[in-house]
T-cell receptor, first 116, second 111 residues
Framework: AQTVTQSQPEMSVQEAETVTLSCTYD???????LFWYKQPPSRQMILVIR??????QNATENRFSVNFQKAAKSFSLKISDSQLGDTAMYFC?????????????FGKGTKLTVNP | DSGVTQTPKHLITATGQRVTLRCSPR?????VYWYQQSLDQGLQFLIQ???????AKGNILERFSAQQFPDLHSELNLSSLELGDSALYFC??????????FGPGTRLTVL
């Protein structure tokens, strides 16, 4: 079974500081995509960043970057210069590129609070 | 704004009733996915349609059904509603590289 585990139910960080959210996953697939989605209090699911498993280079989107360790099946999200608007639930998700299954498998989420 | 629209935003109904949730995917996207987000189960995949055809099924109850129309909008029908069906229902459409973009969701409350 394909699973995604987020071991930190809640985290907090001071504004302007850096925080790292952890995610591990389990799959026998060799090709897949990994995502981080953000869900602010508005409940909208917003794509933060995407990583293709066959690419060794870690993805970066402005203040957001990932540390992708394929052998360890680890996919952490680093948020630099944290802003109050980063307060949200963050979900790690996985989808294989082959095998016919196109559903996203989500972790349980990490609730991040950015304090002023 | 993801480009995926969902109506209604909120729905309050009674047990035993039937409701229909509507989703319009992003322009050009052929795939539509439905997910349920509840407090105890987290985000669960329900069903996927591709260009009008059912492509994959997840943990969807028999009381629930969906379809995708020729104009690519999709509807999720929930019947014989129970208290436990109260949840946030998301629709997503797939762009390039297996990226799914989510609509704003429909919050269903069953009383």
């Amino acid at each position: 079974a394909q699973t995604v585990t987020q071991s930190q139910p809640e985290m907090s960080v001071q504004e302007a500081e850096t925080v790292t959210l952890s995610c591990t996953y389990d799959t026998s697939e060799s090709n897949y995509y990994l995502f981080w989605y953000k869900q602010p209090p508005s409940r909208q699911m917003i794509l933060v960043i995407r990583q293709e498993a066959y690419k060794q280079q870690n993805a970066t989107e402005n203040r957001f970057s990932v540390n992708f360790q394929k052998a360890a099946k680890s996919f952490s999200l680093k948020i630099s210069d944290s802003q109050l608007g980063d307060t949200a639930m963050y979900f790690c998700a996985f989808i294989p590129t082959q095998g016919g299954s196109e559903k996203l498998v989500f972790g349980k989420g990490t609730k991040l609070t950015v304090n002023p | 704004d993801s480009g995926v629209t969902q109506t209604p935003k909120h729905l309050i109904t009674a047990t035993g009733q039937r409701v229909t949730l509507r989703c319009s995917p992003r322009s050009g996207d052929l795939s539509v996915y439905w997910y349920q987000q509840s407090l105890d189960q987290g985000l669960q995949f329900l069903i996927q349609y591709y260009n009008g055809e059912e492509r994959a099924k997840g943990n969807i109850l028999e009381r629930f059904s969906a379809q995708q129309f020729p104009d690519l909008h999709s509807e999720l029908n929930l019947s014989s509603l129970e208290l436990g069906d109260s949840a946030l229902y998301f629709c997503a459409s797939r762009g390039g590289a297996d990226t799914q973009y989510f609509g704003p969701g429909t919050r269903l409350t069953v009383l």
